[in-house]
């Protein structure tokens, strides 16, 4: 193993998808120095598990902790994506928790040139449709609370699987209001209310949409984006199962195992 090298990591990382293990942080806690290398890392990870074509690829995450940070993306392997109800017992967690957030889908193709020049005031019309969903986060990292975020980035940004629901039309909202509940088996059901970290949910698609075109490649219409919790990260047993509302926009039922 080519330790602390960036062919190292992607090899590590690799190796633990593969075989469904973890890989010890601390030995590459100095391997990156920026996101540029994370991203790389990402994309040559990718590409050594046959996880993505030529083409970008049709399901992402996206998101920040707030407006004023810079936002992290990371496209996902198909065959962890679900609709609901969503099962995943054929899939093995490590550390998993639940996210639930709003699944953003193009309703038009988006070129390089449109994307550079995109904002948040005109990201409305490239949207066709909205959905309920979840993300399973998990991570290839031994100890993923002290692993430092470029080694996250570079992992998928701690991706594990994505549950969709019923797609609805989109329409621009007041999410300030947007009531978000969240009910996970063997705990009292949780109700939050414009808890977006970005306050809105498509806030975000420009900062995406110039990362996903960046090589110089257009975004193709359909192409979905879940963009960032409203509950925090909740841990989950194993087994666990919940379910989540968003009112007014759809619910979505998810299972680890069994059931």
């Known amino acids: 193993m080519k330790l602390n090298t960036l062919d190292g990591l992607v090899e590590a990382l690799a190796s633990a998808h593969h075989a469904g293990n973890v890989v010890e942080g601390a030995a590459w806690r100095d391997a990156l120095s920026d996101a540029s290398q994370a991203y790389w890392v990402q994309d040559a990870v990718g590409r050594a598990l046959g996880l993505f074509g030529s083409e970008i690829p049709a399901h992402w995450k996206s998101g920040g902790a707030s407006r004023d940070v810079t936002l992290t993306h990371a496209p996902l392997p198909g065959a962890g994506v679900r609709t609901g109800p969503a099962r995943f017992a054929d899939m093995a967690f490590h550390i998993p928790g639940f996210e639930a957030e709003i699944a953003l889908r193009l309703g038009r193709d988006v ?19 909205m959905a309920v969903s979840v993300e399973i986060v998990d991570s290839r990292w031994d100890d993923v609370g002290r692993t430092v975020a470029l080694l996250k980035l ?106």
């Open 111 to 129: 070129t390089p040139a449109m994307a550079s020049e995109l904002t948040a005031d005109g990201v409305d019309a490239l949207i066709d449709a």
């Open 154 to 259: 570079a992992d998928f940004q701690s991706h594990g699987a994505l549950a969709l629901g019923e797609w609805v039309p989109y329409q621009s909202r007041d999410w300030s209001t947007q009531v978000c509940r969240v009910n996970i088996e063997g705990s009292e059901p949780a109700v939050f209310t414009g808890s977006h970290s970005l306050g809105a949910p498509q806030w975000l698609l420009p900062s995406w949409l110039r990362h996903v075109t960046r090589g110089g490649k257009t975004v193709a219409a359909g192409t979905i984006v879940t963009t960032g919790t409203w509950c925090g990260l909740i841990p989950l047993r194993p087994d666990a199962a919940a379910s989540v509302t968003f009112d007014g926009i759809g619910s979505l039922d998810v299972r680890l195992a069994g059931g």
